[in-house]
């Protein structure tokens, strides 16, 4: 979602220079996510994206927040005259559960996250705030997975999810290919399209609207999205 948010994100306020950035690699398959220097260091939830600088005071860990950050220096991801509403349902989009969206039917992916954190537990030789760490992505773990996927609260979600979806789909134009008929994608058209690739990559495709699924196709084959997908699934592969 980040990636095509700065893909998308238009020219920068006047007097601010153009951001640039240089990716960096997590190999989530390796576990690097639950090394101690990433834990401690750079995102105590064991988790990606992560936006770091040295002109930050520490590394924005949530890509709401840092999508929020990146329209403070480009305008157009926000546009003037739906702030209000971008931001309120960017919001709603984030408060949907994705990893239950995405693996509800397959328990054993979140049951294998907590394995690996136990196994690491089990060491002798770890320090205290390693352990510590540990213990708290151990806890992440068990709310935003384990108990995300267990079907009361796995169908909550998908009923969430399809409430969203509908209420954007209501939201579409014949004045532009954007939600609210703009001719330039914002912020949430970047995260929208990206949610609606996710659940398409994961056979969710009924709790996507026919209208927003026309209206990704869309963007998908623009160039913006080509550039930031490189031609790749929303979901990693090993």
Do not use: C
Not at 1 to 16: E, K, L, S
Not at 127 to 142: G, P
Not at 203 to 220: N, S
């Amino acid at each position: 979602m980040v990636r095509y948010t700065i893909a998308i994100a238009g020219t920068p306020r006047q007097g601010v220079p153009p951001a640039t950035f240089e990716e960096k690699v997590v190999e989530i398959f390796s576990q690097e996510q639950l090394e101690e220097s990433f834990l401690r260091d750079v995102n105590s939830k064991g988790q990606v994206p992560v936006m770091a600088s040295t002109s930050l005071a520490k590394p924005i860990t949530d890509s709401l927040d840092m999508t929020l950050f990146l329209a403070e220096r480009y305008p157009d991801l926000l546009p003037t005259d739906h702030r209000e509403q971008t931001v309120s349902y960017l919001k709603d989009l984030h408060a949907i559960n994705y990893f239950s969206l995405s693996f509800g039917d397959q328990p054993e992916m979140a049951a294998g996250s907590m394995k690996a954190i136990d196994q690491r537990l089990e060491a002798h030789d770890l320090s205290e705030r390693y352990r510590d760490a540990l213990l708290y992505k151990r806890k992440v773990t068990l709310k935003e997975k384990q108990r995300a996927v267990e079907p009361e609260a796995a169908q909550q979600n998908r009923a969430t999810a399809l409430d969203l979806m509908t209420s954007l789909a209501g939201y579409l134009s014949d004045r532009g290919p954007w939600l609210f008929g703009s001719d330039h994608p914002s912020a949430l058209d970047a995260h929208l399209v990206v949610f609606i690739a996710r659940m398409q990559d994961v056979g969710k495709d009924v709790l996507i609207p026919d209208a927003l699924q026309a209206y990704a196709r869309k963007a998908f084959a623009t160039a913006e999205f080509e550039a930031a997908m490189g031609g790749r699934r929303t979901l990693p592969s090993k």
